[in-house]
């Protein structure tokens, strides 16, 4: 009596495995890109933190300072290895003051080009930090290839965007009561 497996029997268990391949492997891709999301969010969490806290000791911003740097006047406030790395999603690490619009302090990510799978895997980290609009709420697309969450913005910006919300809340409120 033959105690071998039969080529069939090779062939089928081989088909299974191949359809549980199949399966497996994007899974695990769509989990590795939620790992990475999840850190680039943790990370910029942790360096707008570090922002906030030399704008508590220092009264102003860090200043400017070039994609990738971590500007010197953060030493002691963030780990600059960190900063110098890329992202987990790619791109570098930036600091913007004053010179983005109405947006008087941002910190967030700088890619050299910017396409839609760029802006897809931003709204994600959006929807993960704020809202999921990259046009709207703390976390931004300022420019192509430049996603930031916001720290502080000019007033007028800001009494705009109350007064939006508020109209916004009233006029939902008056819907309801009909």
Known sequence: MNRGFSLIELVLVLAILSVIAAIAIPRMSIASDGARITSFATTLRQFARACELYHLDHKAWPPDGSSGLAPSELKGYVDEQAWAN????????????????????????????????????????????????????????????????????????????????????????SLRRD
Do not use: C, Q
């Open 86 to 173: 890329p992202t987990p999603l790619g791109g570098e690490w930036d600091n913007e003051t004053a010179d983005a619009g109405s947006v008087t302090a941002a910190i967030g990510v700088h890619f050299d080009t910017s396409d839609a799978t760029t802006d897809a895997l931003m709204r994600r980290v959006d929807k993960l930090i704020d809202d999921g609009a990259l046009i709207s709420g703390s976390f931004r697309k300022l420019a192509s290839g430049r996603y930031y969450f916001i720290l502080e913005e000019s007033d007028t910006t800001a009494n705009k965007a109350i007064a939006t919300d508020i109209s916004e809340l009233l006029g939902n409120m």
